[in-house]
């Protein structure tokens, strides 16, 4: 069973940066993952951010709105994931998530049985 713990999250001003990270425990090797960066907002769907491929060739995909602002990475050898996430607006205020995915019909989803960490709140003030 898969372990994924977010952090990183707070308040912040619009326009201003924060660094989130996403440790994972697991069974089989963490490099063996696609990985991504979810987001869901208040009364709002659970929706794709940003992922990076498994592998490690560095390949990675963003969602239309953050491209440009957002970067993720990986640490392969210390099981972990990062967005940064700058030039921040109050739109962007939401639970992120990350978890292992699949892309699938045009997306990128959740390959984890749907199972979710506990997330880290961001909240980006007018």
């Known amino acids: 069973q898969m372990q994924l713990s977010e952090s990183g999250g707070g308040l912040v001003q619009a326009g201003g940066s924060l660094r989130l990270s996403c440790v994972v425990s697991?069974?089989?090797?963490?490099?063996?993952?696609?990985m991504a960066w979810f987001r869901q907002g208040s009364g709002q769907g659970r929706e794709f951010v940003a992922a990076?491929?498994?592998?490690?060739?560095?390949?990675?995909d963003y969602a239309e709105f953050v491209k440009g602002r957002f970067t993720v990475s990986r640490d392969d050898a210390k099981n972990m994931m990062y967005l940064q996430m700058n030039n921040l607006a109050p739109e962007d205020t939401a639970i992120y998530y990350c978890?292992?995915?699949?892309?699938?019909?045009?997306?990128?989803?959740?390959?984890?049985?749907?199972?979710w960490g506990p997330g880290t709140r961001v909240t980006v003030s007018s």
């Open positions: 697991a069974r089989s090797p963490f490099s063996w993952y696609n």
């Open positions: 978890a292992p995915a699949n892309y699938r019909a045009g997306t990128w989803i959740n390959s984890n049985d749907d199972v």
């Open positions: 990076s491929t498994r592998g490690g060739g560095g390949s990675t």
